[in-house]
């Protein structure tokens, strides 16, 4: 049995930080002005978050490149993301190539099914992707009838395939039941095959909204990029798609590494690539993205998780298969205990993850309010799934897979190990040794040789082959003196001295390939997250305006996983502030939070309204008084409330806030508040 070894409770794990970042924002005014998307892009573009790779040369859809804010968060989100899953339940770590041969992705099934159903305006050529389509029209149906029902409804839909093309929503009611008919159709969108899709665009007359041309029936379109390995172009290859055949196909150095014992898991943080068919929807869909990945190995009569009991009371927003199939999206708050235990989720250990990936989520500012786990209906389920969880998220594209939780049974190392002849199987110890008693043969070599010359080795092997029945029938007749045994149409005499057959006791603890069938090869847990969709949401979530400066926006991102943790503001340029300025930096350096200095020559507010683009949480001011007093303020970025103390108390009370130990009421009663004028002789 593999062991737990892991005493730590989940308690530690700074969901105090998260819950006091919430507290702060609760007391801030956030609901003034309505979430606007463009504001938040332009915030963005302007801070250099990311920006479409290649720009220069007109830029290629799908591909992003991080600029120094974006890339610090998607690292921050990607440190905790290690802390929180492999530190914590001693994941073991890889980092496997991304170029791999096609018989990878061929046995993987990869390259006959990863795919999507793409349709073509019969027109122009143009290539959409069907369910695409299909939802962005029916959606855009419907918010037309809420227009005309005098509901208040976006006037443009935003296409999610054409950033700048809006489908218009034109004011039509439509009958109820046509209504209905749409919603129950969106609501199981992912369900419908390619034909199904084909025929709805029939049904509904569903079109190119660019156009108003017709489409003909989707077809399947490969997502892998194709490539060749070498010079002569003789290995064709891919771009992985996701990180986990490198994990499949290292399972048995994996395994042999953690003793030989499942349940254990591997995981990986690396780039994929797809060659989406039409990405348009920013960070969200794009051609070339990072991910982390774990691959959970467990017995598959067995799927409990040894530490099922320390998430059992986590209550998570669930939206099952049954419940979308009937149409609705109505989801349930339910303790992921109850969940397992009424079958809903399928076994402990993807409750396990389900409730570690919420824990995350939440941790690194995620809304909870805007958190869903969606189960996959039967046809959407990846073709090595049996059962699938995405979480998703809710933004301004409408709710997101951002990671996907499958169980994907013994598929992928069952198909592998056929196709390669290894053994991805486990040696299982045994509770009970197995005790056997068997026949063997034991030959008198040098006797043999002897007496049979060239005869010895043919009689070895015939009586090696011999089955135990045929052995005991041998050994009654060397009892009696001699045996003849029949080996290449020759017969042979034996006898006592060449040979003798002795019945012996055999001890196996250990049961080699246990698992035989291909339903007994370990079972694979799989959660998968793409940081870039995560990252993008948490943006959304943590965007807003300040009523009195609607232009310019305030990211609350948490501690955590803000870029930037303290801005340093000298109120002057002044060649003596610049000591004070070096030994604030240096202490909070060696306290291990990372600070910027903004020595430039705008005022202290326009600093602050740039930091606050940035996310920076907390900001210090060097004046002229700190220069005489030792003394410095410090600002909290959602609040804007200044405190004021030493230099030495403030950086104490900033190492308490960046690492989740004090909130920032804890705060405001270590240090004074801070009226706005420090005393000076
Ligand atoms: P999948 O293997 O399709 O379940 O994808 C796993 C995760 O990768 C998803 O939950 C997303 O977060 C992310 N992902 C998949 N496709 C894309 C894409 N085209 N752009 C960005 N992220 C993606």
Redesign the pocket.
């Known amino acids: 049995m593999w062991r737990v070894r892991l005493a730590i409770s989940l308690a530690h794990l700074n969901i105090g930080a998260r819950l006091a970042h919430t507290a702060a924002m609760a007391s801030v005014n956030r609901t003034a002005h309505p979430f606007d998307k463009s504001r938040l892009e332009a915030l963005l573009n302007r801070r250099f978050f990311y920006a479409p790779a290649f720009e220069i040369y007109g830029g290629v859809a799908?591909l992003y490149d991080y600029g120094p804010p974006g890339s610090s968060l998607q690292a921050n989100i990607i440190a905790e993301w290690r802390r929180h899953f492999i530190v914590e339940d001693h994941m073991l770590e890889l980092d496997t190539t991304i170029m791999t041969p096609a018989p990878v992705f061929e046995t993987s099934g990869h390259v006959a099914r990863f795919a999507d159903w793409m349709v073509k305006d019969e027109k122009t050529g143009d290539v959409l992707r069907a369910d695409h389509l299909v939802k962005n029209v029916l959606q855009a149906r419907l918010a037309g009838d809420l227009e005309a029902r005098g509901f208040a409804a976006d006037k443009v839909m935003e296409d999610e395939k054409k950033k700048k093309k809006k489908i218009k929503t034109t004011a039509v009611q439509l009958p109820d039941e046509v209504v209905k008919e749409y919603k129950s159709i969106l609501a199981q969108l992912d369900n419908y095959s390619g034909p199904e899709l084909g025929q709805l665009c029939r049904s509904h007359d569903i079109r190119n909204p660019d156009t108003g041309n017709q489409v003909g029936e989707p077809q399947q379109f490969n997502l892998m990029f194709a490539s060749s390995i070498g010079p002569t172009g003789q290995h064709p290859g891919f771009l992985r798609?996701?990180t986990a055949q490198g994990h499949f196909l290292n399972f048995s150095r994996l395994l042999e590494f953690n003793n030989g014992r499942i349940p254990f898991a591997s995981a990986q943080i690396g780039k994929?690539f797809?060659n989406?068919i039409s990405?348009r929807a920013g960070?969200?869909?794009?051609?070339e993205?990072t991910?982390g990945e774990i691959e959970h190995y467990v017995d598959p009569e067995n799927k409990s998780h040894a530490r099922f009991a320390e998430v059992r009371h986590i209550v998570l927003p669930l939206l099952n298969r049954f419940v979308q199939e009937s149409g609705s999206t109505q989801v349930t708050k339910m303790s992921i205990g109850a969940a397992v235990d009424r079958g809903i989720v399928a076994n402990e250990t993807l409750g396990y993850f389900l409730a570690r990936i919420h824990l995350f989520l939440l941790k690194i500012g995620v809304d909870p309010r805007r958190l869903r786990f969606r189960q996959h209906m039967a046809n959407e389920m990846?073709h090595y799934a049996t059962d699938c969880w995405?979480?998703e998220i809710q933004n301004s594209s409408g709710w997101t897979?951002?990671?996907?939780c499958?169980d994907r049974a013994a598929y992928d190392l069952s198909v592998h190990s056929a196709r390669t002849g290894h053994p991805l199987v486990v040696r299982q110890a045994l509770k009970e040794p197995i005790v056997t008693e068997r026949e063997v043969p034991e030959f008198n070599k040098k006797v043999l040789g002897k007496t049979l010359g060239r005869d010895a080795g043919l009689v070895q092997r015939v009586v090696g082959e011999m089955s135990q029945e045929e052995l005991v029938r041998l050994k009654g007749e060397l009892s009696q003196g001699s045996a003849t045994i029949s080996a290449d149409e020759k017969q042979i005499a034996l006898t006592p001295e060449l040979l003798t057959i002795e019945r012996k006791t055999f001890k196996q603890s250990n049961l080699n390939e246990l698992f035989k069938s291909v339903n007994s090869f370990p079972n694979v847990i799989e959660p998968?997250?793409?940081?870039?969709?995560?990252l993008y949401s948490l943006l959304e979530h943590s965007f807003w305006c300040r009523e009195q400066d609607v232009e310019r926006g305030v990211l609350s991102l948490p501690p955590l996983v803000a870029p930037t943790k303290v801005l340093i503001v000298p109120l002057s340029a002044k060649e003596e502030f610049d000591p004070l300025i070096e030994e604030v930096s240096m202490k909070l350096r060696r306290c291990g939070i990372f600070s910027r200095v903004d020595d430039s020559n705008t005022s202290i507010g326009k600093r602050y309204a740039r930091n606050d683009e940035l996310g920076t949480p907390y900001g210090v001011t060097l004046d002229f008084a700190s220069l005489q007093n030792r003394t410095m303020t410090l600002r909290e970025r959602d609040t804007t409330d200044q405190l004021i103390g030493s230099i030495d108390d403030v950086i104490s009370v900033i190492m308490g806030l960046v690492h989740g130990a004090l909130t920032w009421e804890d705060a405001c009663t270590r240090l004074k508040a801070y009226g706005g004028v420090q005393a000076i002789e």
């Open positions: 799908g798609p996701e994929s797809r989406e990405p960070l969200l869909r794009v051609r993205f991910m990846a995405d979480a897979e951002c990671v996907g499958a998968s997250f793409g940081f870039g969709r995560i």
